[in-house]
């Protein structure tokens, strides 16, 4: 027992060294012994303390930790949350403390964040991502230092049981109050933890040990994983005004695993569901050479020339100039219109056109359905010019074209 929360402190002492830390304490067995723990190591340690006020023990509580601290000259910031719905009540309970303890690490130049996750949350959280599906990383469940904004979260007990808590309160007289909403069953985390553990610790008492197995190798092969997916991303994926290009070939020599798992990692911003990735998946891999469509939110998925290309598409404004006589007009994106009475051009990001003077007016306009233009002498449609140019269609509908004053095309602006 001892050298076990000895190697506790140990490790603990070794990571923060001469850091201010914060330390979760909410006044269960875990958090006071956690908190006991830290105070045996550092003198720099911030207290941080949740009151929920869903329970009428919670102000009584309060009051202890909040004059312990006093007795110890040690600082304590308290948050009382008020919730006016019982709806996701975990889930809004949850982000709201860590507001909270974000507030606290800013104000302290904190570097740690300690919180009391134990074993036991650590196996109830895998069966629950067991449950519900996660990421190969989440099937791994708690993590023990983890970066968050810019600090870290440090959770020292992770590979100590509940059982070996208690008992080292009990053995150094700690006291602690117990919360009587863990014992409901309305949560699902409770619902593990009091039907589930307890039968998982009866086929083998020393399923801890066996949990930080799975765990390591959980581990490996995501960062085996993550290796594969970066090589990927490094040699085939290029990303251009938020716009991701990544070459279809090399993309279709992955397993369908490994595709899965690159268009995770490229796409995580936009938090795609498992079941938008299977059907881009779908897209990917059939024979269609052409695929434009919308994801969600405007979010563009195309397959062309060789590319997929998925990235959010800024549609340009209605744009639609006539152009008699002497003027200079820039145009954001595109580059700027000069007429004067001895000439008039045309200077584009990519070009710069020259047109006779004496055969104004022009229009600079939207490029439309239908559109020709005039190639080595014959009309062609400019949506096949495009395509033969294997202009990409993230770019053809925000291009303009310059018209003459029968309206038929003379030059497409914007064209890369």
Known sequence: MNQLFNQVKYDLSKLIKNDTVVVCVSTGVDSMVLFNLVKDVTNNLIVAHVNHQQREESFKEQEYIVNLCKKLNIKCYVKELFFDTHQNFQANARNKRYEFFKDVMEKENAKYLLTAHHA????????????????????????????????????????????????????????????????????????????????????????????????????????????????????????????ISIKLDDFKNQSLYLQEQILFELLKQYQLSKQLISELLKQINNDKSLIVNQVKDNLTFIKEYGYIRIGYINKIPEIDIEICGDTTIEIDNFGKIIVDKNICYFETINSKVWYNIYALPVRIRNRLPGDKILINGKLRSVSDYLTNKKVSHIYRDNLLVLTNKENQVLFILGMK
């Not at 309160?169 to 039907?195: G, M, Q």
Request: one cysteine or more.
């Open 120 to 243: 036991n949350d650590d196996l109830e959280t895998i069966i629950m991502r067991l449950i519900k599906s996660t990421s190969l990383k989440g099937y791994a469940g708690i993590e023990k230092l983890q970066k968050w904004n810019n600090y870290f979260i440090y959770r020292p007990l992770l590979s100590v049981s509940k059982e070996d808590i208690y008992l080292y309160a009990k053995t150094n007289n700690i006291l602690f109050f117990e919360d009587k909403s863990n014992s409901s069953n309305e949560y699902l985390r409770n619902r593990v933890r009091h039907l589930i553990v307890p039968q998982m610790e009866e086929e083998n008492p020393s399923i801890y040990k066996e949990i930080e197995i799975f765990k390591e190798h959980i581990l490996n092969c995501n960062k085996l994983l993550f290796e594969k997916i970066n090589n990927f991303i490094k040699t085939s994926v290029e990303t251009h005004n938020n716009i």
